[in-house]
């Protein structure tokens, strides 16, 4: 879990530094001329698409540890049912 829980928080501060990063094309754009603006929307796209794709992956991820999790508490479960072989 913490391992996937490492990668959400990787993915999250790399989102957030490309938002970091749009803010600041944002700006260039205001100053500067239509080669920034279109440099702009070519970046906005991979940027927004990049968004989706880690939305997408990390669902996948936190998917899986959830089946993971069903699989342990049900092998945990089948494990505290089955009788003890020892007398007491």
Known sequence: MKKGTNLKLELQRTLDQL???????????????????????????Q??????????????????VARQLRALADSLDQTAATPSSRAP
């Open 19 to 45: 938002q970091v990063l749009r803010d600041r094309l944002r700006l260039k754009i205001h100053l500067g001329g239509m080669d920034a603006h279109d440099q702009w929307a070519r970046l906005e796209a």
């Open 47 to 64: 940027a927004e698409q990049a968004s989706r794709e880690v939305t997408r992956e990390s669902h996948v991820i936190l998917k899986g």
